[in-house]
């Protein structure tokens, strides 16, 4: 099977299998980003010993309805993994706790900024120092430079890696994230619009700061650094601004930086879920 239609159709007939429990144990993991932008942010991984949602960023209802458009049981969900605090990736995190009985995984300082705990959810910790089991995913996390306290990118199982949120990339988040089969990248601005937009100017210091969030240029030059291995199967655009980018020039910039072995580029999409994608 050839060309681009085939290929989601390859996919398509994976997904359906995999419905069923089946082909999880051949295909390692498979992702389903449930949205991704600056108004929230969910990803559903599902592996051979389980389920995790990572991040919460939608209300408790939305991301009900997002994951049932997607084909994914909430019910089947093992564990809360958080990045970090900011409410575009924690809003729906204690209310889904509660009602599914999930428990929350994230940094000590992160479960502190949760919004709207009362107690009765279950908490863990997330080590930055070993790899964590989290419903059976070994994952492992990395402090970020974003400015929320406890704030982490993330990799599962070394294949699936997450980094958006990051403010700047450093040699270390290089090493971190190198060779991996599967990265949810974050391109969150074009450093024009942003400049030319409506932010006001305190704002656009904030988002280009080492605190803040990456351009689509410095996305791009992660993916063409000499000491770093882009991802091998999907390289996953997320946090797109909705005002200061533009998803085809993100798309255009990614392109451009990977070399000829490209994966495969998914532009993730703040409105609607994207497809569920198999990497193994
Ligand atoms: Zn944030
Ligand atoms: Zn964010």
Not at 73 to 101: K, Y
Request: with cysteine; hydrophobic share 45%.
């Amino acid at each position: 099977m050839q060309g681009p239609s085939a290929r989601i159709v390859f996919f398509a007939i994976l997904v359906r299998v995999s419905l069923h429990n089946v082909c999880v144990s051949l295909f390692p993991i498979e992702v389903c980003v449930l949205g991704s932008g600056s108004s929230g942010n969910s990803y559903v991984m599902a592996g051979a010993s389980g389920v995790i949602l990572v991040d919460a960023g939608f209300s408790a209802r939305e991301t009900i309805t997002r994951a049932e458009f997607a084909g994914v049981s909430l019910s089947t969900v093992g564990a809360i993994l958080i990045t970090h605090g900011h409410s575009d990736h924690s809003r729906g995190a204690a209310v889904l706790a509660r009602r599914f009985h999930i428990p929350i995984w994230a940094t000590a300082a992160t479960l502190t900024r949760i919004p709207g705990l009362n107690g009765a959810e279950e908490l863990r910790t997330l080590s930055i120092h070993k790899a964590n089991d989290v419903a059976g995913f070994s994952v492992r996390a990395m402090t970020s430079p974003h400015d929320a306290p406890g704030a982490v990118i993330l990799k599962v199982d070394m294949r699936v890696g997450v980094a958006t949120d990051l403010g700047y990339v450093s040699a270390s988040v290089r090493r971190f994230l190198t060779g991996l089969e599967g990265l949810l990248l974050e391109f969150n601005h074009d450093i024009t619009m942003l400049r030319n937009g409506p932010y006001p100017p305190w704002l656009q210091e904030r988002i280009q700061s080492r605190q803040g969030h990456l351009s689509n240029v410095q996305a791009a030059t992660l993916l063409c650094a000499p000491d770093f291995v882009p991802p091998r199967r999907v390289l996953w655009l997320c946090h797109l601004s909705e005002k200061n980018n533009d998803p085809k020039l993100a798309l255009r910039t990614a392109m451009a930086a990977l070399g000829d072995n490209k994966p495969i580029v998914v532009v993730a999409r703040q409105d609607v879920p994207g497809y569920r994608v198999v990497i193994g």
